[in-house]
């Protein structure tokens, strides 16, 4: 995982996995695996799915000339709310990209590290392991 300052200002992790390292072959197989994770892990609510490729086409707005598809599982981790200011961070998504011969997976990191760790191995997880398929759940 790479950790990138977009815009100056917006911390990110952020993964390329080439299509070759995976055994899903589109945007859809790896929110569908992404959202798994999500939906069989009590702490975590699923809010849905942002279809990121098919709005911006809609409005006939500008995408970045590689990608083929992009869309968003949107979801909230949060097991406490000790602090108001933290619904500013909430929900989180996981950003995943279509780029032709490789994905590109991507999220905002936010205050917790235990957090963040659990999504940087949901998307480390999407890499095929010694030729057997994906990782199973953690």
């Known amino acids: 995982m790479d950790r990138l300052l977009v815009r100056d200002r917006y911390p990110i992790l952020m993964a390329e996995i080439a299509k070759a390292d995976t055994p899903l072959r589109n945007v ?6 992404l959202r798994e994770r999500v939906t069989t892990d009590r702490h975590i609510a ?5 279809d990121h490729y098919g709005h911006t086409i809609r409005l006939g707005g500008e995408l970045h000339p590689e ?15 000790p602090d108001v200011e933290l619904l500013a961070l909430r929900p989180r998504a996981i950003g995943v990209a279509d ?6 997976v991507s999220f905002l990191e936010g205050p917790s590290e235990e957090t963040n760790r659990v999504l940087e191995g949901w998307i480390e997880d999407l890499r095929v ?10």
């Open 28 to 33: 859809d197989e790896i929110v569908a695996h």
């Open 46 to 50: 699923l809010i849905g799915v942002f």
């Open 67 to 81: 990608v083929q598809d992009a869309k968003e599982i949107v979801f909230c981790f949060g097991p406490a709310l």
């Open 99 to 104: 780029l032709g011969n490789r994905f590109l």
């Open 129 to 138: 392991v010694d030729g057997t398929g994906l990782r199973t759940a953690r």
